[in-house]
């Protein structure tokens, strides 16, 4: 790859690769690029973010927060690598460009669900958030308490769903665009009517709610934790990472781990409150907004498909997304 010397150079000599190994897009749709090298230094990854996100300030701000966290004892975050110059990221080819060490372990926690693992995963977010608590935000939070950007924003697209976005995105659905897709869109499509009302229902009291504030991952799922048995060796791509309530962390995860299963949700939650106690406000926020992003999750991919036509590289894990998104849409409308 033409770029890597360019890119290299700019590192301190002990990063200079010896082997590299394309990773294409390591199975993410973020539509970032990966590379695995082995250095002198030890095995690290290059990453090419797309040109759409982040912005500079906003890869500054996330390598900022990650360093910040691991002065406070986080070891599993893939911290950058500075240049010698200092800079931990590369502009080059319109895109930026980051090093960091390569994380070992596994996101296989649906091929070997124990509680132990469910356990580890919880603790590890809740001692991130304890780490990048006292992270100073730019510009400085009024308050640490405060609305949730994540319950404000979620709110208005269920409401925007309800207020015709249902019927405008069902229309757009059609077979010739991945016929064997279509069905189960479809179903999802079917399920809004009665599941959006109720999540509404469930969100709408949290809106004006001071919850604690602070940095958050906002994008942390099943295959962005890694494991080596039952232990927590790696959290990665903070590409979505914002201000916010930790109940948006604890939803997604959670979520994306025990799906409906209650008792994950029981042993999950008491995971995460033996390192980070929830207050109630939290404990119900987290519900609720597992439910508004289960529903927006599924909206955004019909909208992604069908309304931008968007290329995904893996269509099979596309399916199977809409799949249990589906199963869990009318979780929700049973409610």
Known sequence: MAEFPEI????????RSTAVEPLASAGGLSGARFWRLVAPRG???????????PSPNGLRFIHAVLRHAA???????????ATVSGATFVRHAGHLWELTPWLP???????????????????????????????PATPPLVSSRGPAPAITHRLARLRE??????????????????PDLAPRVRKFAAELPRAVPLAIARLAP???????????????????????????????????????????????????????????????LAAYSAARPLTEQESLAVFALDAAGTILAGSNWIRWIYVDGRQFENPPQIVGRLERLLERVRFVSRW
Not at 71 to 81: Q, S, Y
Not at 164 to 176: A, F
């Open 8 to 15: 290299l150079k700019l590192y301190s000599l002990d990063c």
């Open 43 to 53: 095995t690290l990854v290059l990453r090419c973010w797309p040109i759409e996100h």
């Open 71 to 81: 002065g406070r004892g986080m070891t599993i975050l893939p911290v950058p690598i």
């Open 105 to 135: 372990g596994t996101a296989d926690y649906e091929k070997s669900t124990r509680v132990e693992k469910l356990r580890a995963a919880l603790r590890a977010l809740a001692e991130f958030h304890r780490a990048a608590a006292d992270f």
């Open 161 to 178: 769903l309800q207020s015709g976005g249902i019927e405008s995105l069902t229309r757009t659905i059609t077979d010739n665009t991945w």
């Open 206 to 268: 949290l809106a004006d709610v001071p919850l604690p504030l602070q940095v958050c991952i906002r994008d942390v799922w099943h295959d962005h934790v890694l494991f080596d048995g039952d232990t927590v060796t790696g959290l990665v791509d903070f590409g979505a990472m914002q201000i916010d309530t930790p109940a948006t962390d604890v939803a997604r995860l959670l979520g994306s781990l025990v799906g409906d299963d209650a008792n994950g949700w029981r042993e999950g």
